[in-house]
C-alpha cells in the first residue's frame, strides 16, 4: 500500500514555530524534537511520506544539512524509515504508544483532558452483567441503542428543557462516532463545515476525514462571535456548522442565553443544519448551563450528540444522537455501513449511571473544581507571564503565551517525559501556536510535580520583555 505524502507547505503550518534561534540547542535537533511531536500526538499520521530534504530545505528557510540531520537523527530513534528514491515514512518505534496514560512510566500526560474511572464505573458494570441474561435471547442488534436507554436519556433532555420523545435518540459509540456518521450522511467531498477556532482536534480530524474543509470563526477574547458566524454562514454556504457551546474544548467557556437564540435563529434563517456537540454539559464548576440549543428556535435543524465518557468514563465508548425521528431513520441507514448498533453491556452500564447521576456527578464536579483551583494557583505562581481566564466548566486551561514558543515547550516538555497539548492542535493550518490546553484532571501532586518540571524548560524561553498582564475571573 503506497503512502501518502504530506505537502511542504501544509509540513511548515503545522511545525509552527518550532526554531528558537537563542536557544543553545542545534537547530537540526528543534526541527527533530518539533516532527516528532506532531508523530506522537497524531498530527503526522503513520506512514505519511514526508517531502524530500532540499524541498522540505526550501520550505523551511534552512540549510539541507539541518534538515538531513534531522531526519537521520528521527531514522535512528525509530520514527522514520528511508528508502532511495522514495523519500522519509513516518513509523513508531516498536513499544512506543502514540499517548501515554496520564501518569506512568511512559511519563506524565497533560494532552489528554480526561479522567480515570471511580469505584462507581465497577459498580455500574456489576449491575450491567446482571442485568444482561435477560437480553440474551435477542440477537443483540440494535441500530437505535437500547430502548430502556433511550428513554432514560429523552427524559434527561425534557428535564432539561428540551422535550424529547425515546424516538429521537439514537444510541452511538461515542460522540466522535456520532458526528462521522452524520458527516457521512450530510456531506459530500469539498463541502464546508463551519466550526469554533479554536475547537476540539478529532472534531476536526472527523470533517477532513470526511474530505470536507473546515472553515473556522474566531472566538472572541469572550463568548461567541454572532456577527462573524453569521457573515461566515452568508459568504461560505456551509453544509452544516458543528459546535461547542457547553464548556467548549478548549476554552472552558458556556454559550448564554441570547447567544443560543441568536445563533438557533441564523441556522433556522438560512436553512443551515447545526451540529451541537453537548459531551462536557455535565461539568459545570459554576451554574449549570442553559437549555440545549436545539431548544431555542423549533424552526432550526439542530443534532445534538452527547456522550457519557467525560461524565463518567471515557472507556465507556457510548455516546447518543438526539435529532427528529425522520433524521434518526436516515442515520440508521448511513450507520448500515459503519456498525451494527452499540455494546449492549456498556449501554446497561450507562444507564445505571444515568439513573444514579445525582449521587455521582456532584462529587464529580466537586473534586474537578477543587483541581481547576489548585492548578490556576500554581500556574499563577510558576508561570506569571501565562494568561487565562479560570474556565466555568470542563477539565482543562486554555493559556496564552508572550510569544509562539508553545511548539518549541511541547517539544522540550517531550524529552522529560511530558506530554503537553499545543494550540496547534485546537487550529487549523498551524494556529495558536502562542497557545497551550493545561488539564486540571491529575491529582495535584503529580500536577504541580509536572509544572515544576516545565517550569526549568520554560524559564530560557520566556524572553518578553514587558509580559503582559494576566486575566483571571
Not at 51 to 70: C, D, I, M, N, Y
Request: glycine share 8%; aromatic share 6%.
Amino acid at each position: 500500500m503506497s503512502s501518502r505524502r504530506f505537502a511542504s507547505q501544509s509540513l511548515v503550518r503545522l511545525l509552527g514555530h518550532w526554531q528558537q534561534p537563542s536557544s543553545r540547542m542545534p537547530l537540526w535537533r528543534q526541527l527533530a524534537d518539533a516532527l516528532r511531536l506532531l508523530i506522537l500526538d497524531g498530527r503526522l499520521a503513520l506512514d505519511t511520506r514526508l517531502p524530500g530534504e532540499r524541498e522540505l530545505a526550501a520550505a523551511l528557510a534552512v540549510s539541507r544539512t539541518t534538515v538531513g540531520s534531522a531526519l537521520a537523527h528521527m531514522r535512528e530513534e525509530g520514527y522514520l524509515e528511508s528508502r532511495h528514491g522514495s523519500g522519509s515514512r513516518v513509523l513508531l518505534p516498536a513499544g512506543r504508544p502514540m499517548q501515554a496514560s496520564a501518569v506512568s512510566g511512559e511519563g506524565i500526560d497533560l494532552s489528554t483532558a480526561a479522567l480515570g474511572a471511580g469505584p462507581e464505573i465497577h459498580q455500574a458494570y456489576t449491575h450491567a452483567i446482571a442485568a444482561l441474561p435477560q437480553h440474551l435471547h435477542q440477537t443483540g442488534y440494535e441500530r437505535f441503542g437500547l430502548a430502556a436507554l433511550r428513554e432514560t436519556i429523552a427524559a434527561r433532555y425534557s428535564a432539561r428543557g428540551l422535550p424529547t420523545q425515546a424516538d429521537e435518540i439514537m444510541i452511538v459509540n461515542g460522540a466522535v462516532s456520532g458526528l462521522a456518521m452524520v458527516l457521512r450522511m450530510l456531506t459530500g467531498p469539498g463541502d464546508r463545515v463551519v466550526v469554533d477556532h479554536p475547537t476540539y482536534p478529532l472534531a476536526i480530524a472527523a470533517i477532513q476525514g470526511a474530505s470536507c474543509r473546515p472553515v473556522g470563526v474566531s472566538l472572541p477574547e469572550r463568548g461567541w462571535d454572532v456577527a462573524g458566524f453569521a457573515a461566515t454562514v452568508a459568504q461560505t454556504s456551509p453544509r452544516l456548522a458543528w459546535l461547542m457551546p457547553d464548556f467548549h474544548n478548549p476554552t472552558g467557556r458556556c454559550m448564554d442565553i441570547a447567544t443560543r437564540q441568536a445563533i438557533a435563529d441564523i441556522a433556522a434563517n438560512t436553512r443551515t443544519t447545526l451540529v451541537v456537540d453537548e459531551t462536557m454539559v455535565d461539568l459545570w464548576y459554576d451554574a449549570p448551563p442553559p437549555a440545549p440549543l436545539a431548544a431555542f428556535n423549533s424552526r432550526a435543524s439542530v443534532i445534538t450528540i452527547g456522550s457519557a465518557g467525560k461524565s463518567f468514563w471515557g472507556g465507556l465508548r457510548l455516546g447518543w444522537i438526539h435529532a427528529p425521528a425522520r433524521t434518526l431513520a436516515a442515520l440508521a441507514q448511513a450507520r448500515d455501513t459503519l456498525d451494527l448498533g452499540s455494546p449492549l453491556l456498556e449501554q446497561l452500564a450507562t444507564q445505571w449511571l444515568i439513573a444514579h447521576e445525582a449521587q455521582i456527578l456532584p462529587a464529580r464536579r466537586q473534586m474537578l473544581a477543587l483541581r481547576r483551583d489548585i492548578c490556576g494557583a500554581l500556574m499563577r505562581e510558576h508561570f506569571p507571564q501565562w494568561r487565562f481566564e479560570v474556565p466555568q466548566g470542563g477539565l482543562s486551561y486554555w493559556i496564552e503565551l508572550p510569544d509562539s514558543v508553545a511548539t518549541s515547550l511541547a517539544a522540550r516538555a517531550e524529552t522529560q517525559g511530558i506530554h503537553l497539548g499545543t494550540g496547534t492542535r485546537f487550529g487549523l493550518a498551524g494556529a495558536f501556536d502562542r497557545y497551550l490546553r493545561i488539564p486540571f484532571t491529575l491529582e495535584s501532586v503529580a500536577l504541580e510535580e509536572a509544572l515544576l518540571k516545565i517550569k526549568t524548560l520554560w524559564l530560557p524561553l520566556d524572553k518578553a520583555e514587558t509580559p503582559f498582564r494576566r486575566r483571571v475571573i
